[in-house]
């Protein structure tokens, strides 16, 4: 399965910190890196339904390959969405639709931020891209 050099990183940093505190700071800091949108972008059109937290997702396809851009109003969800970003951004639509997000928050540790809700709003963002990608 292709993995992204991003998500490589991203996997490196987060088990390389040890602590609970380190990694939901490290979290926090991903969110944070996120490119900022425009007011004009934040829409409904752009929501992702089934989010508890307002989440604003975007996609285009250059070369084949998804480049998708996410906003929140929720630091945590921020951190969530980024390291989601990290794990589909240069997918095809086609290993797009092989991501196992639960497996991915397990590889980097944070099985424990991910509630059902949580879990249910990021379900939600991931089956949004795969609809892009299958427009």
């Known amino acids: 399965m292709n993995m992204p050099g991003d998500a490589r ?6 088990n390389a910190s040890l602590s609970w505190e380190q990694r ?4 926090m800091q991903w969110g944070e890196r996120l490119p900022a949108m425009t007011d004009e972008e934040k829409i409904d059109d752009h929501l992702v339904d089934g989010c508890e937290s307002k989440v604003w997702l975007l996609g285009d396809v250059i070369d084949g390959h998804w480049q998708f851009r996410a ?3 929720a630091r ?3 951190g969530l969405v980024a390291l989601l970003l990290t794990r589909v951004n240069g997918l095809s639509a ?5 991501v196992d997000l639960t497996d991915w928050f397990k590889q980097l540790g944070l099985s424990r931020q991910l509630s059902p809700s949580r879990s249910n709003g990021l379900n939600a963002v991931l089956q949004k891209m795969r609809g892009l ?3």
């Open 9 to 14: 990183t991203a996997l490196e940093t987060f």
């Open 24 to 27: 939901a700071r490290l979290l």
């Open 71 to 73: 906003a929140s109003d």
């Open 76 to 78: 945590l969800i921020r």
């Open 94 to 98: 086609q290993e797009l639709q092989q």
């Open 133 to 135: 990608a299958d427009s």
